[in-house]
């Protein structure tokens, strides 16, 4: 079956002309669907079939410095935005604002990308994670139709380290998120290369992967989304 693979280029790269030349390198048949999500700035300039937003803010208007709306994301005919992911929560971003976000989204029928997970260390046990994650599903997704939701598990500890969650540890929350909460789908991120994506997609209850460091690598990239 057909899996979701999102690149998350985060603030890279610096120039269009290099976004341009980065998105143009990633092979548009791959056996996968993907969707590039690049720096808001070059958006409307990248051509590529499915483009995503890193985030969004939840009003579609006003005074506002600095924002990006769904609304303005609609215009360019954006079809996935993620929110909440753990660099914006870094940065003050509540499971209320999450959740603000989330439905701005789905009333411009964008699909949103919600990021969850806590931890800083790997030896948190599943029921642990759960427990934690729980509090930011019930939130984010409060008076939301979650199966038009895409979730991406992150665990902070596995973002941009080198070190992944174990694909059966990834399997578990993915269920524990698709039947508590019904979501469309549930992604795995953090730490996904060349080497460790294949065991993550041979999951039945992962349907997919959010890319961080690896995407910004077309020949490996192009390799993990033909898996
Ligand atoms: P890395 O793949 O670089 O660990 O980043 C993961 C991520 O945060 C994707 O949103």
């Known amino acids: ?5 999102i690149a998350n280029w985060k603030l890279n790269p610096t120039t ?3 976004a341009q030349r980065l998105a143009g390198s990633i092979s548009s048949k791959a056996k996968n669907t993907v969707v590039l999500c690049p720096p808001t700035i070059f958006l409307s300039q990248v051509g590529f079939k499915n483009l995503g937003a890193q985030d969004c803010f939840w009003q579609e208007r006003g005074a506002f410095t600095g924002q990006t709306s769904a609304l303005q994301l609609k215009s360019l005919k954006i079809k996935y935005c993620i929110v909440g992911h753990s660099e914006k929560r870094a940065t003050g971003d509540t499971d ?3 959740n603000a976000k989330v439905k701005s989204l789905l009333e411009n029928k964008i699909t949103p990308v919600m990021c969850v997970g806590f931890g800083t260390t790997v030896e948190q046990d599943d029921l642990e994670v759960v427990d934690i994650l729980r509090h930011q599903l019930d939130i984010g997704l409060k008076g939301v139709d979650a199966s038009k939701v895409i979730v991406a598990y992150e665990p902070v500890w596995a973002i941009g380290t080198g070190k992944n969650a174990s694909p059966e540890h990834a399997e578990k ?9 019904n979501a469309s789908k549930v992604l795995y991120g953090g730490s996904v290369n060349l080497y460790n994506a294949k065991p993550f997609l041979d999951q039945p209850n992962i349907g997919g992967l959010l890319v961080g460091g690896e995407s910004l690598i077309p020949s490996h990239f192009n390799q993990i989304i033909n898996m």
């Open 1 to 5: 079956m057909k899996k979701l693979i």
């Open 96 to 98: 209320e604002m999450v």
């Open 173 to 181: 929350i993915s269920l524990f998120v698709k039947t508590k909460y």
């Open 16 to 18: 269009l002309k290099e």
